[in-house]
């Protein structure tokens, strides 16, 4: 009997992803985790600012990010920061496979959740930003917001 409840919670989030680069695709993954990170990442700890995903051998991973140990684990707890491997469709991943070889093309993790009580990584492929393009992007949501304020002003 599938659960029809699918409501999302945020664990982490990468802010600064969205603001360092230009973002060409998302994807939602699943991740192998072992219980104790499960328990930490309800507790909502986790970083994911400095983490990166890498394709081996046909297989997408998360490098990088931070699951801290969880408070009440005995000896068997995890190790905070390995490398975990992501659950996505081989068809997709071959798409990203061909376009992740492109020069200046990374692959981010842009958050963290649970769905239901699944844990979901969405992976972003993504290309570096210039800084005229960040000062660009800046402008744009300063004139937005103050066209916002303006006619909120006016109601």
């Known amino acids: 009997m599938a659960r029809t409840d699918q ?17 060409l695709d998302t994807l939602e993954c699943g991740a192998v985790l072992v219980g104790t990170e499960v328990k930490s ?20 991973w998360l490098m990088g990010a931070t ?15 390995r490398p975990r491997k992501l659950l996505a469709h081989s068809r997709e991943l071959t798409g990203w496979i061909k376009k992740a070889r492109e020069k200046g093309v990374t ?3 842009l958050r963290i959740y649970f769905k239901g ?10 290309q570096g930003k210039k800084l005229h393009d960040k000062r660009e992007h800046q402008k744009e949501r300063s004139a ?6 303006a006619m909120s002003r006016r109601r």
Do not use: C, W
């Open 67 to 81: 699951i801290p140990e969880y408070s009440h684990g005995n000896r068997a707890n995890h190790v905070p920061a």
């Open 7 to 23: 409501t999302e919670r945020n664990v982490a989030q990468n802010r600064k992803a969205r603001h360092r680069f230009h973002i």
């Open 117 to 126: 009580h699944l844990v979901k990584v969405e992976m972003a492929l993504v």
């Open 144 to 149: 937005k917001r103050d066209i916002d304020r």
């Open 107 to 109: 692959i981010v993790p």
């Open 41 to 60: 990442l309800r507790a909502g700890h986790a970083s994911i600012g400095e983490s990166y995903g890498l394709i081996k051998q046909g297989e997408l």
